[in-house]
């Protein structure tokens, strides 16, 4: 946890998000139950491992730090904030949450229109973590989410930082903390 006095930043949240996936199964299993892969959460684990030597050359604390790929059809780079890797091996499936985390910003022109093309991107070309299907997750405060209008509904799954707040302590101190966005028009 983050000491009480310090500002936490998105990141400091992709890393306490990532982290409580990884050592909770509980969390593993509600974060499961808000996508298309619900039936399956209870036999599903984290690639944790897989995932941190699919990128030899980035620190293994890092495993799920911003996933970058060009992509031809968005015309640049794009990163996923939260990227994990899971196997259901009931199903023999295995599947890739992207997720995009915002603290007070809003999301950039573009941003939540870039995901599902991205995600398709590297279910196709992506070899170092194969996978079969994939979920585009947004999590913001109500706000934000709110703010984000039909942005957020290009989003699988839309979880708010206060839910989440729930479970990790960070995120519940981080809704005190986070500004709402500019509405249109003001």
Known sequence: MIMQTQRLSEDDLCRA?????????????WILSRTKFAAGRFSSRLLKQEQALARPRVLPDRWWRHWFWRIT???????TDV????????EGLRFVLHVELKLGSKLTAGQA???APRARHVLKYEKR????????????????????GADSDLFDAVISLEEVGVFIQDFARATTQATPPATKGA
């Not at 996936?21 to 593993?28: G, I, L, P, T, W």
């Not at 059809?73 to 990163?79: I, S």
């Not at 990227?83 to 009931?90: E, I, K, Q, T």
């Not at 996978?131 to 585009?136: G, I, L, S």
């Open 17 to 29: 998000f990532a982290e409580k996936v990884a050592d909770s199964e509980d969390f593993k299993n």
């Open 73 to 79: 059809e968005l015309e640049k780079e794009h990163e």
């Open 83 to 90: 990227l994990l890797w899971f196997a259901d091996d009931a």
């Open 113 to 115: 229109a870039s995901y």
């Open 129 to 148: 973590l194969p996978h079969q299907d994939f979920a585009t997750v947004f999590i913001a405060p109500t706000k934000t989410i709110l703010a984000s």
